[in-house]
Protein backbone atom coordinates (compact mmCIF):
# COMPACT_ATOMS: atom_id res chain seq x y z
CA UNK A 1 0.00 0.00 0.00
CA UNK A 2 0.89 3.53 -0.64
CA UNK A 3 0.88 7.04 0.81
CA UNK A 4 -2.36 8.26 -0.28
CA UNK A 5 -3.46 11.74 -0.55
CA UNK A 6 -6.87 13.59 -1.16
CA UNK A 7 -8.82 16.33 -0.42
CA UNK A 8 -11.87 15.89 1.07
CA UNK A 9 -14.78 17.91 2.53
CA UNK A 10 -16.01 17.41 5.88
CA UNK A 11 -19.04 15.21 4.12
CA UNK A 12 -16.71 12.80 2.88
CA UNK A 13 -14.74 12.52 5.76
CA UNK A 14 -17.24 12.33 8.48
CA UNK A 15 -20.55 11.81 6.46
CA UNK A 16 -20.37 9.66 3.42
CA UNK A 17 -16.63 7.69 3.18
CA UNK A 18 -16.74 4.39 4.58
CA UNK A 19 -13.86 4.90 7.02
CA UNK A 20 -14.38 4.83 10.95
CA UNK A 21 -11.96 6.35 13.45
CA UNK A 22 -10.26 6.57 16.05
CA UNK A 23 -7.98 7.96 18.45
CA UNK A 24 -4.83 5.78 19.23
CA UNK A 25 -3.93 5.05 22.67
CA UNK A 26 -0.78 6.87 22.49
CA UNK A 27 -2.24 10.13 21.14
CA UNK A 28 -2.21 12.72 23.92
CA UNK A 29 -6.01 13.78 24.90
CA UNK A 30 -8.10 16.12 23.17
CA UNK A 31 -7.03 19.41 24.46
CA UNK A 32 -8.52 22.27 22.11
CA UNK A 33 -9.30 25.27 24.93
CA UNK A 34 -11.77 28.15 24.38
CA UNK A 35 -9.42 30.77 22.48
CA UNK A 36 -8.97 27.45 19.68
CA UNK A 37 -12.95 27.08 19.13
CA UNK A 38 -13.53 30.79 19.08
CA UNK A 39 -10.79 31.14 16.14
CA UNK A 40 -12.30 27.74 14.50
CA UNK A 41 -16.50 29.61 14.58
CA UNK A 42 -14.47 32.83 13.58
CA UNK A 43 -12.51 31.45 10.58
CA UNK A 44 -15.55 29.40 9.73
CA UNK A 45 -18.04 32.47 10.08
CA UNK A 46 -15.39 34.25 7.96
CA UNK A 47 -15.16 32.40 4.94
CA UNK A 48 -18.90 31.41 4.69
CA UNK A 49 -19.93 35.22 4.48
CA UNK A 50 -17.37 36.55 2.41
CA UNK A 51 -15.96 33.27 0.35
CA UNK A 52 -18.83 31.13 0.37
CA UNK A 53 -18.28 29.65 -3.07
CA UNK A 54 -14.92 28.65 -2.59
CA UNK A 55 -13.73 25.65 -0.20
CA UNK A 56 -12.41 26.83 3.34
CA UNK A 57 -8.85 24.24 3.98
CA UNK A 58 -8.64 23.50 7.69
CA UNK A 59 -5.55 21.28 7.88
CA UNK A 60 -4.50 17.64 7.33
CA UNK A 61 -5.74 14.29 8.56
CA UNK A 62 -3.01 11.67 8.76
CA UNK A 63 -4.48 7.87 9.39
CA UNK A 64 -3.33 4.48 9.70
CA UNK A 65 -5.78 1.57 8.66
CA UNK A 66 -5.81 -0.49 11.81
CA UNK A 67 -7.40 -3.41 10.46
CA UNK A 68 -7.65 -5.62 13.78
CA UNK A 69 -10.05 -2.83 15.29
CA UNK A 70 -11.81 -2.19 12.04
CA UNK A 71 -11.07 1.56 11.88
CA UNK A 72 -8.36 4.22 10.89
CA UNK A 73 -6.50 5.46 13.49
CA UNK A 74 -6.06 8.86 13.70
CA UNK A 75 -2.15 10.02 13.99
CA UNK A 76 -2.91 13.79 12.93
CA UNK A 77 -5.96 16.03 13.06
CA UNK A 78 -8.02 14.58 15.91
CA UNK A 79 -8.28 17.92 17.55
CA UNK A 80 -9.96 19.04 14.43
CA UNK A 81 -11.67 15.98 13.88
CA UNK A 82 -13.12 15.71 17.67
CA UNK A 83 -14.21 20.20 17.32
CA UNK A 84 -16.12 19.33 14.36
CA UNK A 85 -17.85 15.82 15.51
CA UNK A 86 -18.32 17.77 18.87
CA UNK A 87 -19.76 20.79 16.27
CA UNK A 88 -22.08 18.54 14.72
CA UNK A 89 -23.89 17.40 17.73
CA UNK A 90 -23.89 21.16 18.85
CA UNK A 91 -25.78 21.89 15.73
CA UNK A 92 -28.38 19.03 16.10
CA UNK A 93 -29.36 19.78 19.39
CA UNK A 94 -29.94 23.72 19.09
CA UNK A 95 -31.06 23.69 14.98
CA UNK A 96 -32.36 20.30 14.09
CA UNK A 97 -36.00 22.04 13.54
CA UNK A 98 -34.38 24.41 11.25
CA UNK A 99 -32.59 22.26 9.06
CA UNK A 100 -33.65 20.64 6.06
CA UNK A 101 -33.70 16.84 5.12
CA UNK A 102 -30.37 17.23 3.54
CA UNK A 103 -28.64 19.14 6.80
CA UNK A 104 -29.87 16.72 8.63
CA UNK A 105 -28.71 13.78 7.40
CA UNK A 106 -25.39 14.89 7.10
CA UNK A 107 -25.12 16.27 10.99
CA UNK A 108 -26.52 12.75 12.22
CA UNK A 109 -24.81 10.49 9.77
CA UNK A 110 -21.33 12.47 10.68
CA UNK A 111 -22.26 11.07 14.28
CA UNK A 112 -23.55 7.47 13.64
CA UNK A 113 -23.49 4.88 10.83
CA UNK A 114 -26.83 5.89 8.80
CA UNK A 115 -27.56 2.10 9.21
CA UNK A 116 -25.74 0.93 12.40
CA UNK A 117 -26.69 1.32 16.03
CA UNK A 118 -23.72 -0.45 17.53
CA UNK A 119 -21.16 1.68 19.40
CA UNK A 120 -18.58 0.62 16.68
CA UNK A 121 -20.75 2.39 14.32
CA UNK A 122 -19.79 5.63 15.61
CA UNK A 123 -17.79 7.60 13.15
CA UNK A 124 -15.55 8.52 15.94
CA UNK A 125 -14.05 7.29 18.92
CA UNK A 126 -12.21 9.26 20.89
CA UNK A 127 -9.13 7.96 23.33
CA UNK A 128 -10.87 4.91 25.10
CA UNK A 129 -10.03 6.61 28.64
CA UNK A 130 -12.20 9.52 27.82
CA UNK A 131 -14.68 7.67 25.33
CA UNK A 132 -17.61 7.20 27.97
CA UNK A 133 -17.73 10.57 28.99
CA UNK A 134 -17.87 11.92 25.59
CA UNK A 135 -20.37 9.64 24.43
CA UNK A 136 -22.77 10.24 27.41
CA UNK A 137 -22.64 13.98 27.33
CA UNK A 138 -21.53 14.59 23.90
CA UNK A 139 -22.72 12.31 21.23
CA UNK A 140 -25.63 10.74 22.31
CA UNK A 141 -27.25 14.10 23.38
CA UNK A 142 -25.83 17.50 25.10
CA UNK A 143 -27.68 18.62 27.80
CA UNK A 144 -26.58 22.39 28.27
CA UNK A 145 -26.51 24.23 31.62
CA UNK A 146 -26.72 27.91 32.34
CA UNK A 147 -22.89 28.41 34.07
CA UNK A 148 -20.79 31.15 35.06
CA UNK A 149 -17.79 29.71 34.64
CA UNK A 150 -17.67 26.22 32.57
CA UNK A 151 -14.00 25.22 33.12
CA UNK A 152 -15.04 25.06 36.70
CA UNK A 153 -18.80 23.64 35.89
CA UNK A 154 -17.41 20.91 34.05
CA UNK A 155 -13.80 20.50 35.10
CA UNK A 156 -13.04 16.88 34.10
CA UNK A 157 -14.86 16.56 30.57
CA UNK A 158 -13.37 18.55 27.94
CA UNK A 159 -15.58 17.58 25.40
CA UNK A 160 -18.98 18.97 27.68
CA UNK A 161 -16.90 22.13 28.52
CA UNK A 162 -16.13 22.76 24.33
CA UNK A 163 -19.62 21.58 23.54
CA UNK A 164 -20.35 24.49 25.65
CA UNK A 165 -17.99 26.90 24.17
CA UNK A 166 -19.14 26.13 20.73
CA UNK A 167 -22.77 26.75 21.41
CA UNK A 168 -22.15 30.26 22.59
CA UNK A 169 -19.78 31.11 19.92
CA UNK A 170 -22.27 29.84 17.30
CA UNK A 171 -25.24 31.30 18.64
CA UNK A 172 -23.64 34.77 18.87
CA UNK A 173 -22.54 34.65 15.07
CA UNK A 174 -25.18 33.23 13.49
CA UNK A 175 -27.33 36.35 15.13
CA UNK A 176 -24.99 38.83 15.06
CA UNK A 177 -24.44 37.94 11.13
CA UNK A 178 -27.75 36.85 10.60
CA UNK A 179 -26.97 33.82 9.67
CA UNK A 180 -29.45 30.93 8.00
CA UNK A 181 -27.81 27.97 10.30
CA UNK A 182 -29.53 25.69 7.78
CA UNK A 183 -27.38 26.95 4.51
CA UNK A 184 -24.22 27.43 6.84
CA UNK A 185 -24.46 23.72 7.84
CA UNK A 186 -24.63 22.52 3.95
CA UNK A 187 -21.86 24.97 3.33
CA UNK A 188 -19.73 23.75 6.53
CA UNK A 189 -19.82 20.32 5.22
CA UNK A 190 -19.66 20.83 1.76
CA UNK A 191 -17.08 23.24 1.13
CA UNK A 192 -14.93 22.86 4.46
CA UNK A 193 -12.18 20.58 3.15
CA UNK A 194 -9.18 18.58 4.79
CA UNK A 195 -5.64 17.16 3.12
CA UNK A 196 -6.29 13.06 3.60
CA UNK A 197 -3.38 11.40 4.05
CA UNK A 198 -3.98 7.61 4.54
CA UNK A 199 -0.29 5.79 5.58
CA UNK A 200 0.52 1.60 5.19
CA UNK A 201 2.19 2.37 8.91
CA UNK A 202 2.31 4.51 11.89
CA UNK A 203 6.29 4.67 10.82
CA UNK A 204 5.23 6.78 7.72
CA UNK A 205 2.15 8.58 9.33
CA UNK A 206 4.07 9.52 11.99
CA UNK A 207 6.70 11.00 9.63
CA UNK A 208 4.42 12.67 7.69
CA UNK A 209 2.55 13.77 11.21
CA UNK A 210 6.21 15.89 11.90
CA UNK A 211 6.74 17.34 9.35
CA UNK A 212 3.49 18.64 8.88
CA UNK A 213 2.75 19.54 12.20
CA UNK A 214 4.06 23.13 12.37
CA UNK A 215 1.74 24.94 14.91
CA UNK A 216 1.00 22.01 17.62
CA UNK A 217 3.83 19.64 19.06
CA UNK A 218 5.07 17.23 17.61
CA UNK A 219 5.33 13.70 18.92
CA UNK A 220 7.93 13.25 21.29
CA UNK A 221 10.40 10.18 21.37
CA UNK A 222 8.52 8.75 25.01
CA UNK A 223 5.34 8.65 22.17
CA UNK A 224 6.96 6.89 19.53
CA UNK A 225 8.55 4.65 21.60
CA UNK A 226 4.99 3.97 23.55
CA UNK A 227 3.84 3.36 19.51
CA UNK A 228 6.28 1.40 18.84
CA UNK A 229 6.07 -1.20 21.72
CA UNK A 230 2.26 -1.08 21.38
CA UNK A 231 2.57 -2.08 17.41
CA UNK A 232 3.91 -5.58 18.89
CA UNK A 233 0.77 -6.03 20.63
CA UNK A 234 -2.07 -8.21 19.10
CA UNK A 235 -5.13 -8.18 21.43
CA UNK A 236 -6.92 -5.15 22.61
CA UNK A 237 -6.09 -6.65 26.24
CA UNK A 238 -2.96 -6.41 25.80
CA UNK A 239 -2.72 -2.60 24.72
CA UNK A 240 -5.03 -1.72 27.44
CA UNK A 241 -2.93 -3.01 29.89
CA UNK A 242 0.10 -1.91 28.39
CA UNK A 243 -1.39 1.46 28.10
CA UNK A 244 -2.91 1.35 31.33
CA UNK A 245 1.15 0.47 33.33
CA UNK A 246 2.78 2.91 31.04
CA UNK A 247 0.84 5.99 32.08
CA UNK A 248 1.06 5.05 35.88
CA UNK A 249 4.94 4.83 35.35
CA UNK A 250 4.61 7.93 33.29
CA UNK A 251 2.68 9.42 35.71
CA UNK A 252 5.08 8.52 38.90
CA UNK A 253 8.65 9.69 36.11
CA UNK A 254 6.90 12.33 35.33
CA UNK A 255 8.16 12.50 32.20
CA UNK A 256 6.68 15.34 30.90
CA UNK A 257 7.82 16.90 27.54
CA UNK A 258 11.06 14.99 28.25
CA UNK A 259 12.76 14.13 24.51
CA UNK A 260 15.39 10.92 24.26
CA UNK A 261 16.68 12.88 22.00
CA UNK A 262 17.26 15.79 23.85
Not at 130 to 150: A, R, S
Request: net charge negative; with cysteine; hydrophobic share 35%.
Amino acid sequence: MKIEAEIKNIKKVLVSDDRFYQIPDYQRPYSWDKDNLSDLIDDLITSYKENKEENYFCGSLVLVNNESDGRYDIIDGQQRTTSFTILACVIRDLYLSKLSPKAKKFVSNAIQDEFESEKRKLKFLTNEQYQIDFEETVLKEIKFQKVKNVEKAFPDNKYLQNAHFLKLFLEERIDEQCIDIDDFTLWLFENVVMTVITCPSQDSAIQIFNVLNDRGMPLSSIDILKSSLMRDLKSKEDRNAFNAKWEAINADLKFGDFDLDA
